[in-house]
């Protein structure tokens, strides 16, 4: 393997070894016990285990992007989440509105034009970088958080919590090259672990509306 192509983009990496970024590296093991969690508290519900195998491949992923750091690890640690949310977004449209799945599945794909339309204008907040490609995702959980409140209230309250996580771990992912003079080990293994509780409760969340009665066998 070629490590002169080795990508040094978190404070913590110093070379291109494979051990450079321990924490960043290690921290991903968060992600395969959420999966590990929510995978057996599915109890057969379908969508639960479909968003535990994410879960996975989460962790897979971005374990081999902080590990090996070279280009394609890049679209394995990116791939898995964008499917993860993209999934969600589809399970979330399906039994937190009861939409049918062709209007479900449209729904869903209205992410994309939404994305490209909020993450320049996160760009142009000072200090959030690249983190500001992930911006958009909590303020499209606490909208679906604030139109639920009357329709199915625990949900909402459920979602709320999830995108709150999500707005800390995405302080500590842009706080990781500001602060690498004064922390080296740098704060992007905070991002790991706040995700993997936020992306668990998530699924945690779909799982109880639909142990509930929500449906999704």
Request: charged share 10%; aromatic share 12%; glycine share 10%.
């Amino acid at each position: 393997m070629d490590r002169s192509q080795t990508i040094d983009a978190y404070c913590e990496r110093l070379g291109p070894e494979i051990w450079a970024e321990p924490w960043n590296a290690v921290t991903n093991l968060a992600f395969l016990l959420a999966a590990l969690i929510v995978w057996r508290r599915a109890d057969g519900l379908v969508p639960p285990r479909v968003l535990a195998v994410l879960l996975f491949a989460i962790g897979i992923g971005s374990g081999l992007w902080h590990t090996l750091a070279i280009p394609w690890t890049g679209a394995a640690d990116v791939l898995p989440i964008l499917l993860f949310v993209l999934t969600y977004i589809y399970f979330a449209n399906r039994h937190y509105w009861r939409l049918s799945p062709a209007w479900a599945t449209g729904a869903t794909l209205l992410f994309l034009p939404y994305a490209a339309a909020t993450v320049p204008l996160f760009s142009r907040l000072p200090g959030l970088g690249s983190s500001a490609a992930y911006a958009p995702i909590p303020l499209l959980i606490f909208g679906y958080a604030v139109a639920l409140r009357h329709r199915l209230p625990a949900v909402a309250r459920g979602l709320a919590a999830g995108a709150a996580i999500l707005c800390l771990s995405i302080l500590f992912r842009s706080l990781d090259d500001p602060l690498c003079g004064q922390w080296p080990r740098g704060t992007h293994y905070l991002w790991h672990l706040l995700n993997a509780l936020m992306l668990g409760w998530m699924a945690e969340v779909l799982r109880r509306h639909l142990a509930g009665g929500g449906g999704g066998r």
